[in-house]
């Protein structure tokens, strides 16, 4: 079903296995499975309604200033995207539509019928279908002046104007799924804190959190069976991280739990001693799929256990729970769902949670409970570890406030 956010609901990394993604960002979630919503892997062509004749003072028009915040090859974003590309095309000034399936950029003095709040620079909306972005229109506020300039904020010639490049740095951030760190509890250096600063240009948080969606450009290291990355217990459990953004399916690979998926990475892992294994995908940006195999070859596996979604379509992160025997090496490949909507497998980062119960000398058959993952929050039958919190209605930038007396 197609739907257009009523508000955004966001989340935040919070203790346990999510540590490793707790930076400043945050993300544009699905209220249902609490995953983000992100573009399918490929090219989100965006339609540029605004002028392209006159000339700003950093010598790009409004056109070409949207552009460098897209596609620049230094100041964009699409430097920094692994599997996903901004595209664009530059038309006559003019109104986009809401819910027409095209990503417009203009300028409006009211944006689709309503009233500006007098501090919103610009705005994007967000539609969606399950997990994946479908729709992003970015607005602009006409009741301010408009330049495009590098540096302070209203310095010298520019007092008064605002720049249009920082704030499409900021508003294509909302584009690809990510939201307001400093709204959400976070304190960091962003374009994407919801106030206009002398920060013109994406910051390393910035670039962490799209590329958590979108991968970092290039295919993973452990992409292949035989590529494997090594998993060493620290104490009794692991957690390590990564992305199938980019991955692929090998040649005589097993579907993994059952679903065609495509896009698969691996792990591996050598009990130390016999006991009882718990691994998860908890914390992992996507709807996952998880085997666990052994045997030498991609095409000669043997199945041991296999998990697509705790509460399927619901929390859709993986879970298996096996007996491992001392000295046997594990294989962990962990796909994503492959709805058979034409994108292919789901991907983004990865995160796998290991932890094991040595059955020790006086072993015997008993199965040991699997250990809850760690993390706070979670009540009201949320996953644990991802904290819910609410917004205001649309994503936007605002102008500083005024300065109080
Ligand atoms: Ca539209
Ligand atoms: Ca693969
Ligand atoms: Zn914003």
Known sequence: MRTKRPHFLVLVAAGGALLALASGFVFITNDTTHLPLKWAPGNIAMKLMVDNSIVLSDGNTRATTLQAALQGATRGWNPNLGDAQFTS?????????????????????????????????????????????????????????????????????????????????????????????????????????????????????????????????????????????????????????????????????????????????????????????????????????????????????????????????????SSVTFSATSGVTYYFGVDGFNASDGHGADCAAVTLNLSFASSGSTSTSSTIPPTSSGGGGGGGGAPSGWFLGALGLLACMRRLRAKRG
């Open 89 to 317: 095309t530059i038309v006559a000034p003019g109104n986009g539509s809401d819910g027409n399936s095209i990503n417009e950029v203009f300028f409006s003095a009211s944006p689709y019928g309503t009233t500006w709040d007098s501090n919103t620079l610009a705005i994007t909306t967000a539609w969606y279908n399950g997990n994946d972005r479908v729709e992003a229109d970015t607005i602009f506020n006409t009741a301010f002046t408009w330049d495009s300039y590098r540096g302070p904020l209203h310095a010298g010639a520019m007092a008064g104007k605002e720049d249009i490049q920082r704030v499409a740095l900021h508003e294509f951030g909302h584009t690809l799924g990510l939201d307001h760190p400093d709204e959400n509890g976070q304190t960091v250096t962003a374009i994407m804190n919801s106030h206009e600063s002398s920060i013109d240009s994406l910051q390393a948080d910035d670039i962490n959190g799209a590329q958590s969606l979108y991968g970092p450009p290039g295919v993973p290291a452990n992409d292949n069976f035989a590529s494997a990355t090594a998993i060493t217990l620290s104490g009794t459990s692991a957690t390590v991280t990564g992305y199938n953004t980019n991955a692929t399916k090998e040649a005589g690979e097993p579907n993994h739990a059952g679903n065609s998926g495509g896009r698969s990475v691996w792990w591996k892992w050598t009990a130390p001693s016999t006991g009882t294994a718990t691994l998860t995908t908890q914390g992992s940006l996507f709807d996952t799929t998880l085997g666990v195999y052994t045997g030498s070859s991609v095409g000669s596996l043997t199945t041991i256990t296999f998990s697509d979604d705790v509460q399927p379509g619901v929390v859709q992160y």
